[in-house]
Every structure is written in C-alpha cells, then in structure tokens.
Nanobody
Framework: HVQLVESGGGSVQAGGSLRLSCVAS????????VGWFRQASGKEREGVAA???????AYADSVKGRFTISRDNARNTLYLQMNSLKPEDTAMYYC?????????????????WGQGTQVTVS
C-alpha cells in the first residue's frame, strides 16, 4: 500500500500559477503510475495529468500547454505546475497512484488516493 499527501493548493487570481505536490509513503514509488485528478462542485472527478512508471505522460485537453506534471522518484514526490490558471480550473485536486505502467487519466483504474487540496481561481 501507499499513502499520498497533497499540498500546495490555495486561492489565486486568473492568470496566476500554483504548484501542487504529492508525497508518497513506501519505497517502491518508482513502480507506480501516478496522476492528478480534480473534482469541481457538482461535477464528476476528471483526470488532469498522469505519468506512468516509465515516464510516459498524458494530459487532459483542457490543461495542455498550461499544466506540467513531473515526478521525483528519489523524493517519492509528484508535482503539478499549473500556469495561466482559469476560473474553470477551480476544484479539489487529488493525486492518485497505482502499481504498474500504462495507467492514464481514468480515475477508476487507481486504487490509492490522497485527501485532496483545494484550488480556487477567481
């Protein structure tokens, strides 16, 4: 099992930037695919960006060119750099992990989730 703890959320004006972090427990982090998901009020959870254990990345069309996902396996940490934020990016952001490769933006494929961090863009 792996435990995930997100941080870095907050309130920002449109056009601003935030950097989310997600620290994982355990010593096999490099074997996991990891991703960022978000859920706005009244909407379903959606995939934002993912990076699998081989380093392959995937982005939702809505964030391409604005968000960058990266991972530091030595620090068991996943990042999401969010630039040019828009009000429609407002949501609770969650990181997720699953053992293996080829996991992408489908939330149902992930078994391990953090508690979430709120991002509000006005």
């Amino acid at each position: 099992h792996v435990q995930l703890v997100e941080s870095g959320g907050g309130s920002v004006q449109a056009g601003g930037s935030l950097r989310l972090s997600c620290v994982a427990s355990g010593n096999t982090y490099r074997d996991y695919s990891v991703g960022w998901f978000r859920q706005a009020s009244g909407k379903e959870r959606e995939g934002v960006a993912a990076i699998d254990s081989d380093g392959t990345v995937a982005y939702a069309d809505s964030v391409k060119g604005r968000f960058t996902i990266s991972r530091d396996n030595a620090r068991n940490t996943l990042y999401l750099q969010m630039n040019s934020l828009k009000p429609e990016d407002t949501a609770m952001y969650y990181c997720a992990a699953e053992v293996g490769e080829d996991y992408g933006l489908e939330a149902s494929e992930y078994n391990y989730w953090g508690q979430g961090t709120q991002v509000t863009v006005s």
